[in-house]
T-cell receptor, first 114, second 115 residues
């Protein structure tokens, strides 16, 4: 147990659906991240929040919309997704966004877009 | 943009054999982290290297950071079936002249160990 939880663990949605992924960290960290992990691709950083402020948007399509209401919670709102968006979405947190801060990952949400 | 390349992509070994994965960056890194992801699991932090030429050991695992801070390696001695998984390196690079940077992951090496 890493102290980072994600719900749901599995999600199947159609291209016209709207859904949200939730991440919660119980480690008292200040930085939170969304990553996308596809087969045969490296972990792709999507968004970074530090002290609730977005510090990184890695050219992510607007059909992915993050929300960070406080340092413990992070959401990823999904709408009009494409089949190629099917992947494992990982949330992570760290003390801060400094070089020396190790990241703690949640179990991920396995997303399938039909 | 910054890239972190990792080789090999796959490695199959017999239990008891050694294993090494290599990580290379196109630019000098501030530091490098290594993570392990078990099949069906999520990445778990293993270690961080910061200093040029640094070598760290964790039981059968040896981590090295190159003198130029552009490459790193993970070596496992006498692999066991519990070592199976994907090993990722992740390099941290500061944007020039700022305190802001980000961690960039390599594509990972998938290790299978045959008993």
């Amino acid at each position: 147990e890493t102290g980072v939880t994600q719900t749901p663990r599995h999600l199947v949605m159609g291209m016209t659906n709207k859904k949200s992924l939730k991440c919660e960290q119980h480690l008292g960290h200040n930085a939170m991240y969304w990553y996308k992990q596809s087969a045969k691709k490296p972990l792709e950083l999507m968004f970074v929040y530090n002290f609730k402020e977005q510090t990184e948007n890695n050219s992510v399509p607007s059909r992915f919309s993050p929300e960070c209401p406080n340092s413990s919670h992070l959401f990823l709102h999904l709408h009009t997704l494409q089949p190629e968006d099917s992947a494992l979405y990982l949330c992570a947190s760290s003390q801060g966004d400094r070089a020396v801060d190790e990241q703690f990952f949640g179990p991920g949400t396995r997303l399938t877009v039909l | 943009g910054q890239q972190v390349m990792q080789i090999p992509q796959y490695q199959h070994v017999q239990e008891g054999e050694d294993f090494t994965t290599y990580c290379n960056s196109s630019t000098t890194l501030s530091n490098i982290q290594w993570y392990k992801q078990r099949p069906g699991g999520h990445p778990v932090f293993l270690i961080q290297l910061v200093k040029s030429g640094e070598v760290k050991k964790q039981k059968r695992l040896t981590f090295q950071f190159g003198e130029a801070k552009k490459n790193s390696s993970l070596h496992i001695t006498a692999t066991q079936t519990t070592d199976v998984g994907t090993y990722f390196c992740a390099g941290f690079l500061f944007a020039g002249g700022t305190s802001y940077g980000k961690l960039t992951f390599g594509q990972g090496t998938i290790l299978t160990v045959h008993p």
